[in-house]
Each structure stands twice: as C-alpha cells, then as structure tokens.
C-alpha cells in the first residue's frame, strides 16, 4: 500500500519559472511532511518541512504548501535555476510520543531545469 | 566532516556471497535509521535503533538481513547469502532521539548483486 503519492514522475521547467511537484498521503496519524533533495550518488538531503498546524511554510525559493483536509501538500520552486535540477521527494511521518519517526516517501519527481 | 559517513560506496557481489556495509551516524545521534532505495523509487524503511536497541524491522527485512548497532555509535548491516533482488542502495540516516523526524542521510552504499 503506497501511503504518499507523489507526481508528477519527472518535470521539466524553464530556467527562472515555477517548478510544483504535488503529494498526498492516507495515513491521517502522519503530522510531520519534509521535502528532500537528492542528486545522482548522493544521499537524500532534508530541504524544507511543515506541520500540519501551518497551511504555508516559505524558505528562501522553496515554499511548501498543505492542504489538511484534502490530504495534499505539495513543494513550489520558485525562480528554478539549474543547480536545482535533482530528484526530489515528499515524504510524511508521525511523531507522536517519540516512537518511530521511520519516514514513509514518495516515490519521487525527477526535475529539470533547462536554460 | 561531521555528516553521516558510509562504507563502502559501492560493492559488487556474486549471488549467494554475505556482504556487510558500515554506517556512522553524526556523533551526537542517538537514534540510527537503514533504508534500501531501488531505482527510481524512494527510500523504504529497514530498522532503526535507538542507542544499541534495535526497535522495529521492517517486513522488508528477511531473515537474511541482519543489523547491529554494538556501541550505540556506528551500525552493519548484513546481507548472507545475497540475491540479485537485494541489487540496491543501502542508506542510513541518523537523528537525535527528541528529533527523529529530521532525519540526515548519509551517501549510500550501492550493491550489485551479479
């Protein structure tokens, strides 16, 4: 059972433009959804993350945007530079009396940013 | 560098070969997570330890596999008797304990199973 889905597979954006990439998720006990980074032979890098009680969380060019009721929340880039191309993931956990916050993600968007 | 360190990068095996991979998490975290990543999928959780506590595994986590944390500071994961569908990257991510949902990854391993 995939308990985030993400889309889209992969995404190609112009140098400067808006890159959305979109996630939603089942398990309603989820309370915590970072976003991470990945380049080709790396490690999966934390870039940003919000909790539920907030509808908007903005860092810098990257905003997170989270739909409650809907179950969604989704990752905007703004101004997308080449260096952002990467492979990106949404992922969710629960952290709820300190148990195992194991992180459950998606399956993840490919992103390009052409010149 | 104080990151999340991993050993070796890159193994290649022959089916049915044990291998074991090193992880050594950043210095003050208690808590130490694997994860296996195929191709083109996202990270899937293995096991985690809490100091030298091994706390959950995964369903992922057959018989074959085995993990250890002896010290509460570096951990192994083993793989005996290896099979091409273990070819995948082995990641390990660590936290404090009153932050485990800020997970820090390190590079992987990737294994080839031939």
């Known amino acids: 059972q995939q308990q985030v889905k993400q889309s889209p597979q992969s995404l190609i954006v112009q140098k400067g433009g808006i890159s959305i990439i979109n996630c939603a998720y089942e398990?309603?006990?989820?309370?915590?959804f970072p976003w991470y980074q990945q380049f080709p032979g790396k490690g999966p890098a934390l870039l940003i993350a919000?909790?539920?009680?907030?509808s908007e969380k903005k860092e810098g060019r990257f905003t997170i945007s989270f739909n409650k009721s809907a179950k969604q929340f989704s990752l905007h880039i703004m101004d997308s530079q080449p260096g952002d191309s990467a492979t990106y993931f949404c992922?969710?956990?629960?952290?709820?009396?300190?148990?195992?916050?194991?992180?459950?993600f998606g399956t993840g968007t490919r992103l390009t940013i052409i010149p | 560098d104080t990151g999340v360190s991993q050993n070796p990068r890159h193994k290649i095996t022959k089916r049915g070969q044990n291998v074991t991979f090193r992880c050594d998490p950043i210095s003050e975290h208690n808590r130490l997570y694997w994860y296996r990543q195929t191709l083109g999928q996202g990270p899937e959780f293995l096991t985690y330890?809490?100091?030298?506590?091994?706390?959950?595994k995964s369903r992922l986590l057959s018989d074959r596999f085995s993990a250890e944390r002896p010290k509460g500071s570096f951990s192994t994961l083993e793989i005996q008797r290896t099979e091409q569908g273990d070819s995948a990257m082995y990641l390990c991510?660590?936290?404090?304990?009153?932050?485990?949902?800020?997970?820090?990854f390190g590079p992987g391993t990737r294994l080839t199973v031939l």
């Open positions: 398990n309603t006990a989820f309370d915590y």
């Open positions: 330890f809490q100091n030298e506590a091994q706390l959950e």
């Open positions: 992922a969710a956990t629960s952290n709820t009396n300190f148990g195992n916050e194991k992180l459950t």
């Open positions: 919000i909790r539920p009680d907030v």
């Open positions: 991510a660590s936290s404090l304990w009153e932050r485990a949902d800020t997970q820090y």
